[in-house]
């Protein structure tokens, strides 16, 4: 099925996967609302960056999704939504395990109960990776168990069981769509490939990182924001739990290294224990598997690492963008 002339909400739009997203739904010619963070600056996040021409055809709708009645205004007269809003960084889950609560858990449960009464079409509510912990089996299905590593994670896990509960106790149209790592331009500094590149770029030769042992599956932004429209066409996907994952792994420590060999060959990786997770808390493996989604829709990653990499540097690399990033400060 086609999106065209579907009117979207993207909660979220102002950060990193929604802005990418809010553009590519754009080119779905949909009629799209962005549900920024509500700010006296009167941001937008990244859609400030977007050029004029997109901006123009955006409805901004200003909130927070922990309250109720703004979420509620947001989604009247919306056909889709693609919940994306969620306080991400793991290492802030650990100093305010409370806001993650009332934005992941709260701010989700606001979504269903809006598009419950309003009789919303469809909802797309954002998971993540981080809810399966440490890989017991790989790569990862949908069916793998869930295990709380992080207060963050606890709170996706929390937030995915009640879009689940919603789809089975009021047949509310929701599909839980579970993002792997993703990179890629405009990603913030909590993240580690912005983390070395920033470091790298600004001329810092002793990059500082955690521990470099732990597997990651990595997906470029652009696949990442394809898979939601992929699957948002795809109505048999309605009630599932559904991973975006490129089913393979690289360890943090070879994908720094690549990163230095790329940038500047003279650096050095240095351990840097704030950046270290508790023990019990660091996941260790993360290798999804992508047959789900292939099996229905038709998508696939269309970026190789070594593409998704060059065109993150290259981003990076503009000296506008980079301003924007305190390489010389620990983003938690």
Same mark, same amino acid.
């Given at each position: 099925m086609s999106l065209k002339g579907k009117t979207?909400?993207?909660?979220?739009? @102002?950060g990193f996967i929604g802005s990418h997203l809010t553009e590519m739904l754009l080119k779905e010619d949909c009629t799209v609302k962005a549900f920024v963070l509500y700010n006296s600056f009167n941001s937008w996040g990244w859609l400030d960056s977007l050029p004029t021409h997109k901006k123009d055809k955006l409805t901004i709708f200003s909130g927070d999704v922990r309250d109720p009645n703004g979420v509620r205004t947001a989604m009247q007269g919306v056909d889709y939504v693609f919940h994306l809003a969620a306080l991400i960084a793991i290492p802030y889950s650990y100093h305010s395990p409370d806001s993650y609560v009332d934005t992941n858990i709260k701010g989700t449960l606001n979504v269903l109960q809006a598009a419950r009464d309003l009789g919303t079409e469809r909802v797309l509510v $954002?998971? $993540?990776?981080?809810?399966?912990?440490?890989?017991?089996?790989?790569? #990862?299905?949908?069916?793998? !168990?869930?295990?709380?590593?992080? !207060?963050?994670?606890?709170?996706k896990i929390g937030a995915d069981a009640i879009a689940e509960s919603f789809y089975r106790s009021f047949n509310l149209p929701v599909t839980i769509v579970r993002p792997f790592n993703t990179y890629g331009p405009r990603q913030?500094?909590?993240?580690? #490939? !912005?983390?070395? #590149?920033?470091?790298?770029?600004?001329g810092v030769e002793e990059i500082k990182l955690g521990d470099l042992t732990p597997t990651r599956d990595l997906l470029f932004v652009k696949d990442t924001a394809r898979g939601f429209i992929e699957i948002a066409k795809c109505r048999e996907l309605i009630g599932h739990e559904v991973n975006l994952a490129t089913q393979s792994e690289i360890a943090i420590g070879e994908l720094a290294q690549e990163l230095i060999r790329q940038i500047n060959p003279n650096s050095k990786i240095? $351990? @840097?224990?704030?950046?270290?997770?508790?023990?019990?808390?660091?996941v260790f493996r993360l290798f999804g598997s992508n047959e789900k989604i292939k099996q229905y829709t038709g998508w696939q990653p269309s970026y190789s690492l070594k593409e998704g990499l060059a065109e993150t540097i290259a981003w990076f690399s503009d000296k506008e963008n980079l301003s924007q990033y305190k390489a010389d400060i620990y983003n938690i």
């Open positions: 979207v909400l993207v909660t979220g739009a @102002d $954002t998971s $993540t990776s981080e809810v399966y912990g440490t890989a017991q089996f790989v790569p #990862i299905t949908e069916l793998h !168990p869930k295990q709380g590593q992080s !207060p963050y994670s606890a709170t913030s500094a909590r993240a580690v #490939i !912005p983390t070395v #590149i920033t470091q790298l770029l600004k240095v $351990t @840097d224990n704030q950046r270290l997770r508790p023990a019990k808390s660091e």
